[in-house]
């Protein structure tokens, strides 16, 4: 082969296309932004489809959020002080009705 020639030009150009082209080719397939020729990036434009696949990640996404957050809520419920929440309630009904405050069914105006 000569190293000098036109056809070693010709072989390295196609080379380097035939790369770019691949590139591009896999980057397309896989959702990554595209190369143009002069190194640029182009991206690409969602369509309907997509746009609904991410409102609906979005909304599963804040449903997680919030459903971590009540798993913590209830580990703490659970792990704090034992199980002493039933004790806790038999302590407030053992309460003398003096100290139990304003009934709720109590309309303003009218004394006890």
């Keep these: 082969m000569n190293w000098g ?7 390295i150009i196609a080379l380097s296309t035939g790369g770019w082209l691949i590139n591009n080719w896999i980057r ?21 489809e997509t746009k609904a696949l991410k409102a609906e990640n979005r909304q599963l996404h804040d ?13 703490k419920i659970v792990t704090d002080r034992g199980y002493s ?5 038999e ?11 304003e009934p709720l069914n109590r309309k303003r105006g009218e004394k006890a």
């Design 28 to 48: 397309a397939r896989h959702g990554y932004s595209l190369e143009d020729e002069w190194g640029g990036k182009t991206e690409r434009s969602d369509t309907a």
């Design 85 to 89: 929440l039933h004790d806790e309630i």
């Design 5 to 11: 020639g036109p056809e070693f030009v010709i072989a």
């Design 91 to 101: 302590a407030l009904r053992d309460k003398p009705a003096s100290d139990a405050g």
């Design 63 to 75: 449903k997680l959020d919030t459903m971590q957050d009540r798993m913590v809520v209830l580990e």
